[in-house]
């Protein structure tokens, strides 16, 4: 079983992804990294659907989850990718209730990180 929640877009994929970078700045968080799979597969002279990475977080969310397990720092920052798989847009990001389980911690200490699900969910819904 995955351990990856997917979430279709009402959106094509270029929208998606700026959906989710305006998601992310709109909730005070800051997007650390873009990784575009499908520019560096055409880049090697391969294809690739459009597949894109965006790492990103808050000092203010994540410390005090790393601070009451100090391991999940390893997961951070949250990571959500956009991919276009055939005719749909889907994010994909890593459950947060399996990083509760695996992780050993309490709900209520790893909810900041349930930032990811409320960018996926609002970037993908129909407006």
């Known amino acids: 079983m995955s351990e ?10 270029a929208e998606t992804v700026t959906r989710v ?3 992310i700045a709109a909730r005070g ?25 965006l790492v990103f977080g808050a000092a203010r969310g994540g410390t ?6 100090p391991d999940l720092a390893y997961e951070l920052p949250l990571r959500l990718l956009v991919r276009q798989h055939e005719d ?3 994010l994909l990001y890593r459950s947060i209730d399996a990083w509760a389980a695996q992780y050993g911690v309490p709900a ?16 993908a819904a129909a407006d």
Do not use: C
């Open 29 to 53: 968080a800051t997007v650390f990294a873009r990784f575009d799979h499908a520019a560096n597969a055409r880049e090697a002279g391969l294809h690739m659907p459009p597949t894109t990475v």
């Open 108 to 123: 209520q200490v790893i909810a900041p990180l349930r930032l990811v699900e409320k960018v996926a969910a609002a970037a």
């Open 64 to 69: 005090p989850v790393m601070n009451a397990s």
């Open 4 to 13: 990856l929640t997917s979430i279709p877009s009402a959106h094509g994929f």
């Open 88 to 90: 749909q847009v889907e």
């Open 21 to 23: 970078e305006q998601q």
